[in-house]
């Protein structure tokens, strides 16, 4: 029997960040996405499985608060986090916290 692997994390995100776009919001603005690698401390010896969720976001009170997260292209080594908004929300800060379990 393999053991379990467990790695835990939490990340903020933000428009510190290079490449974030989801506090712009024109009127009828499309929608937007930030993605972010997140390189796990030690590498699984197969691909994990990933569970995220939000834990705070800093988003404007001038309009619905409209915010999507997600976790992608996931591998041994690591996972993309997406955040999305669209129409005129605008979010500064997302923070997320995930959990990865796999041997």
Do not use: C, Y
């Not at 930030?34 to 010896?45: L, M, W, Y």
């Not at 001038?62 to 041994?76: F, G, H, K, L, Y």
């Amino acid at each position: 029997m393999t053991p379990m692997n467990f790695l835990a994390g939490t990340e903020a995100l933000g428009s510190l960040n290079e490449g974030w776009s989801l506090d712009k919001a024109p009127h009828g603005a499309p929608a937007r996405t930030f993605r972010r690698r997140v390189s796990f401390e030690r590498p699984f010896s197969s691909t994990p499985l990933v569970h995220m969720g939000l834990a705070g976001f800093d988003i404007s009170n001038q309009d619905s608060a409209r915010i999507t997260s997600r976790v992608e292209n996931v591998s041994p080594e690591g996972f993309e986090i997406v955040v999305g908004a669209w129409l005129h929300t605008r979010v500064w800060r997302v923070d997320v916290n995930w959990l990865a379990i796999g041997s």
